[in-house]
């Protein structure tokens, strides 16, 4: 790798790997901090806790790995690449079945409903939030186990057709259906139809509080119109993320160093976009990071 590339990333590493471990670190205390509260929501602050203490733990993964790759540490020891990618898909699956558990979350409080089924199914999901969030860790490690064993690391024997980070990473075809189908599309399409669900009834709810002559203010308004931005945007991030995942692995696409630079940046910035959403899409934890900065 050329030395005004590795400055370049080096100098990229700093700003985001800073920025992101210092959001989440943050959001990891207040809600901790909010969990204790008696008067705020458990459920919803216990959640932003673990998800903040995922982002927070593979926001220093990411460091960690950018180092190693940036100076082809890699290429010394295979194994220790192959742990680094468990450890990162892990945490990044993890991730990713939070963002699910937190829309499902916030679907079952907008979306109100008389009928008895639907009131068990949201009363069941409240009280196994825990056991789903602990379940969703064990599951993600199952599905990427396999990557420790079935990893093949190559150094490039050919400069001229070799990748922007010095050698060739082959993964198990089945590894890649499987952590693909489980580890993102499912909990993807979870995410998306919750959003859905959440979206329409806060429309459905705007409209209402329209036609209706009192009780609308504006931050009533600002409120709603607040959450359903945060949910797309929320969703859009979760999409644009698996895509690129899903780019970085086809090889033969990214062998300019400029567009490798481009998808490790993009996937670098993973952790703090969540970190940022979660903070502007929260008033009170905005105005609690306002008042500690």
């Known amino acids: 790798m050329k030395l005004e590339l590795k400055i370049t990333r080096l100098v990229?590493?700093?700003?985001?790997?800073?920025?992101?471990?210092?959001?989440?670190?943050?959001?990891?205390?207040?809600?901790?901090?909010?969990?204790?509260?008696?008067t705020t929501s458990k459920s919803y602050n216990r959640l932003l806790f673990v998800i903040g203490l995922t982002n927070t733990i593979l926001q220093v993964h990411m460091i960690f790995?950018?180092?190693?790759?940036?100076?082809?540490?890699?290429?010394?020891?295979?194994?220790?690449?192959?742990?680094?990618?468990?450890?990162?898909?892990?945490?990044?699956?993890?991730?990713?079945?939070?963002?699910?558990?937190?829309?499902?979350?916030?679907?079952?409080?907008?979306?109100?409903?008389?009928?008895?089924?639907?009131?068990?199914?949201?009363?069941?999901?409240?009280?196994?939030?825990?056991?789903?969030?602990?379940?969703?860790?064990?599951f993600a490690v199952a599905i990427n186990l396999p990557i420790i064993w079935t990893t093949k690391l190559h150094r490039a024997t050919n400069i001229t057709d070799s990748p922007a980070s010095g050698y060739f990473i082959i993964l198990d075809a089945y590894y890649i259906i499987c952590s693909s189908l489980f580890g993102f599309t499912v909990p993807f399409c979870m995410t998306c139809v919750s959003i859905g669900f959440s979206i329409s009834t806060l429309l459905g709810h705007i409209r209402r509080m329209e036609r209706s002559?009192?009780?609308?203010?504006?931050?009533?308004?600002?409120?709603?119109?607040?959450?359903?931005?945060?949910?797309?945007?929320?969703?859009?991030?979760?999409?644009?993320?698996?895509?690129?995942?899903?780019?970085?692995?086809?090889?033969?696409?990214?062998?300019?160093s400029t567009a490798y630079t481009c998808l490790w940046l993009a996937v670098l910035m993973y952790p703090t976009s969540q970190a940022f959403i979660l903070v502007f899409g929260n008033p009170k934890l905005k105005s609690a990071v306002y008042g500690l900065m």
């Not at 992101?20 to 809600?31: C, D, E, K, P």
């Not at 190693?68 to 020891?77: H, I, M, N, V």
């Not at 990713?96 to 079952?108: E, Q």
């Not at 504006?218 to 780019?247: C, E, N, P, W």
């Open 65 to 138: 790995d950018a180092i190693l790759e940036t100076f082809s540490l890699y290429l010394l020891q295979e194994n220790l690449f192959s742990y680094m990618l468990f450890f990162g898909f892990t945490l990044i699956d993890v991730n990713v079945w939070n963002t699910t558990w937190l829309s499902l979350l916030c679907c079952v409080r907008l979306v109100n409903s008389s009928y008895c089924f639907y009131l068990k199914i949201k009363a069941k999901f409240f009280s196994s939030l825990p056991l789903l969030i602990v379940g969703s860790v064990l």
């Open 213 to 256: 002559d009192s009780q609308l203010t504006s931050a009533q308004l600002q409120g709603h119109y607040r959450a359903v931005k945060t949910m797309v945007i929320r969703g859009l991030l979760d999409f644009s993320f698996f895509f690129i995942i899903v780019l970085g692995a086809s090889v033969p696409l990214i062998l300019n």
């Open 12 to 38: 990229i590493l700093v700003i985001t790997g800073l920025t992101g471990t210092f959001i989440n670190s943050i959001i990891v205390v207040l809600n901790f901090r909010f969990w204790r509260d008696v």
